[in-house]
């Protein structure tokens, strides 16, 4: 069975500083990887994905990810940290079981940024 | 361009009371799905129909059923609604069999 593990729940971070949020995912083929981005009371949108080729992704809102086959890793970077990207962020792997994208999520991770 | 949409927006139930939550995609996407948000769980998926015509079981289907009435929407019906489906609704579509999903806005509904 497919999974996600996002193993940070809350991180603070100050405004201009670096951001990593990790992902770990479970999956037993080439995987299709995802993170989404949400703000309060509003619905995902997706900031990345991976699906083949080069490992290094880059994204919207200046976000980039690395996709590491060896260590089922699927972090999320990001070089200054603005105030507005304060928000919840979900990995999320992809399975393509009945022909339908079944996503699987992980629990989150709550970005707090510190002016 | 509405992308997906889902109503209502807000809803308190009793418990054991019925509802519909709707959903319709004007993207022409294929695949569609019914996901609920719970705190500290993520999202998890309820139904899917990976076509028209199609629907298929997900994570936590027990208590819901869906029809996928054509292309466009996707409903997903409480029949009797319980304190333990207290949570956000999310409607999704995406277009291939690889794509990305794409969002609605969610439903937030409490049953008391």
């Known amino acids: 069975a497919q999974s996600v593990t996002q193993p940070d729940i809350h991180i603070t971070v100050s405004e201009g500083a670096s951001l990593e949020l990790r992902c770990n995912y479970s999956?037993?083929?080439?995987?299709?990887l995802f993170w989404y981005v949400q703000s309060p009371g509003q619905g995902l949108q997706l900031l990345l994905k991976?699906?083949?080729?080069?490992?290094l992704v880059q994204g919207i809102k200046g976000f980039e990810a690395e996709f590491k086959r060896s260590q089922s890793s699927f972090n999320l970077r990001k070089p200054s940290v603005h105030w507005s990207d304060a928000a919840e962020y979900f990995c999320?792997?992809?399975?393509?079981?009945?022909?339908?994208?079944?996503?699987?999520f992980g629990t989150g991770t709550q970005l707090k940024v510190e002016l | 361009n509405a992308g997906v949409t889902q109503t209502p927006k807000f809803q308190v139930l009793k418990t054991g009371q019925s509802m519909t939550l709707q959903c319709a995609q004007d993207?022409?996407?294929?695949?569609m799905y019914w996901y609920r948000q719970d705190p500290g769980m993520g999202l998890r998926l309820i139904y899917y129909?990976?076509?028209?015509?199609?629907?298929d079981k997900g994570e936590v289907p027990n208590g819901y059923n869906v029809s996928r009435l054509n292309k466009r929407e996707f409903s997903l019906r409480l029949e009797s609604a319980a304190p333990s489906q207290t949570s956000v609704y999310f409607c999704?579509?995406?277009?291939?069999?690889?794509?990305?999903?794409?969002f609605g806005q969610g439903t937030r509904l409490t049953v008391v």
């Open positions: 999704a579509s995406s277009p291939t069999r690889s794509a990305e999903a794409f």
């Open positions: 999956y037993g083929a080439t995987p299709y």
């Open positions: 991976y699906f083949s080729g080069d490992t």
């Open positions: 999320a792997v992809g399975g393509l079981t009945g022909g339908g994208n079944k996503l699987t």
């Open positions: 993207m022409n996407h294929n695949s």
């Open positions: 129909s990976a076509s028209e015509g199609t629907t």
